[in-house]
């Protein structure tokens, strides 16, 4: 597909995607610019990365460290640039220094070797729930979520916690998995409270393109 089919694809889609997220926000009580759409960037060549600027797309996030690498090198300056996938301890050096927000910690190892790889002014993390309990997802059970807030407290603002990210069951119906989504919130509002001393707690990431309006909501 050429450029300029891409950012014509996107810039529609990306107009659906705010649309049924500001209804969700008005149905829930909720402000929809409190929500941020990010696009996952693993969809789209290098080639073309630079047309989803041109659609109106200021956030997006890479799975893989050496794809986050190439793109950056090509657009860094036109997006906000998330890690969203899983990363495994040896490729933090790659990660960390390149990135706004992790959205999938889940060990204390990998915090350990964050603060490490950190740069100057540190790093800033999600913490991967695996709220459904699957074994084919990473994440920590919420029994492990106090583990991962006091090794990233550890690191005296190295690693710093900004919120949670889970990943909800794949379903026929969305609203099937609200229950996921609505857990995790509840993990975060039970623990926001005794943890503000060190980390605001503010973020959620949840939803993906089948079930983001009830994540929404």
Not at 24 to 34: K, Q, T, Y
Not at 97 to 115: A, F, M
Not at 125 to 131: D, I, K, M, S
Not at 171 to 196: C, H, M, N, P, T
């Amino acid at each position: 597909m050429t450029t300029p089919a891409v950012g014509a694809g996107i810039r529609n889609k990306l107009a659906v995607v705010r649309e049924n997220v500001a209804l969700a926000a008005e149905r829930s009580g909720r402000d929809a610019r409190d929500v941020r759409v990010l696009v996952a960037s693993k969809y789209y060549a290098p080639e073309q990365v630079g047309a989803l600027a041109g659609a109106g797309v200021n956030l997006v996030g890479e799975n893989r460290a050496e794809d986050l690498v190439e793109k950056q090198e090509r657009f860094g300056e036109l997006f906000e640039w998330h890690f969203i996938g899983h990363v495994q301890r040896r490729k933090a050096k790659i990660v960390a220094p390149r990135v706004d927000l992790i959205h999938s910690v889940d060990s204390v190892g990998l915090i350990t070797e964050l603060e490490k790889r950190a740069p100057e002014d540190g790093v800033e993390v999600l913490l991967q729930v695996n709220v459904s309990g699957e074994e084919s997802k990473y994440g920590v059970s919420e029994g492990g979520v106090e583990e991962l807030l006091e090794a990233a407290a550890a690191t005296e603002g190295r690693v710093r916690a900004r919120g949670f990210m889970t990943l909800a069951p794949l379903v026929e119906e969305a609203e099937q998995v609200r229950y996921v989504f609505a857990k995790l919130r509840s993990i975060r509002d039970r623990l926001r409270g005794s943890w503000s001393p060190h980390f605001d707690l503010s973020e959620l990431s949840m939803g993906m393109s089948s079930d983001y309006e009830v994540a929404v909501e």
